[in-house]
């Protein structure tokens, strides 16, 4: 694929959707050791309702698909995770008004994505927080002269990166910040989860 159409907008989030039900179990852990232990059934809850979502949609733009789905997750997760992520596909959903969005204008929608996270969790990068997988990933999926698939594949190992990085680090926002210096030593879950978009987005542009 050399642009972001609609089916691929819709492939993108159902891969989405089945990374997050795949690996609701291990979400869930790496949220017990530091956070309350829901980050995987917030997400599968939120990604499930999504599912629905899409089926009654005859979405007219890339735009309409990451719109609806950012406001599926508002409405239907309870913890951080789904207004972050809800607020960030919906700015990629405003960023994208048409049927079709190219490698660069796509690498803009996500870096409105990230811009969303960030004004309304208020973290920096460092902090521990799904910031440190979008910042590297996005890094990564900006290299210019890249194919589409070739900068979603950088950008999921960035992203993979980037959770390695969070493991030394304390949190400063969210609940595992609680936790002050007993929160170093593991992954943050929402950086996990960030990882499995981005491969996500590799898969389905690459097939
Ligand atoms: P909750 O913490 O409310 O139970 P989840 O477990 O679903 O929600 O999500 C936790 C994840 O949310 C954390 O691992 C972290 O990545 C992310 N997070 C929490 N607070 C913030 C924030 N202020 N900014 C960015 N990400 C955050
Ligand atoms: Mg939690
Ligand atoms: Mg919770």
């Given at each position: 694929h050399d642009t972001v159409d609609i089916p691929l907008a819709l492939a993108w989030v159902r891969e989405i959707a089945a990374a997050v039900e795949q690996q609701e179990g291990r979400l869930t852990e790496l949220d017990s050791a530091i956070g309350d232990g829901d980050h995987g059934s917030n997400l599968r809850r939120g990604f499930t309702a999504v599912l629905a979502a899409l089926d009654d949609l005859t979405p007219a733009s890339v735009g309409a698909v990451l719109t609806r789905?950012?406001?599926?997750?508002?409405?239907?997760?309870?913890?951080?995770?789904?207004?972050?992520?809800?607020?960030?596909?919906r700015a990629m959903g405003a960023a994208l008004p048409g049927e079709r969005a190219d490698r660069a204008e796509f690498a803009a929608a996500l870096a409105a994505g990230l811009a969303a996270i960030r004004k309304l969790g208020a973290a920096e990068p460092g902090d521990k927080t799904v910031v440190d997988a979008w910042t590297p990933a996005l890094a990564a999926f900006g290299q210019p002269d890249a194919t589409l698939a070739a900068a979603a594949s950088a950008a999921a190992e960035a992203a993979a990166q980037g959770v390695r990085d969070t493991v030394p680090l304390q949190a400063r926002k969210g609940r595992?910040?609680?936790?002050?210096?007993?929160?170093?030593?593991?992954?943050d879950p929402g950086a996990a989860s960030t990882e499995l978009l981005f491969q996500a987005l590799a898969r389905v542009t690459a097939a």
């Open positions: 789905t950012g406001t599926t997750l508002i409405s239907k997760v309870g913890g951080a995770s789904g207004p972050l992520y809800g607020s960030a596909f595992a910040s609680y936790l002050g210096p007993r929160s170093i030593g593991h992954p």
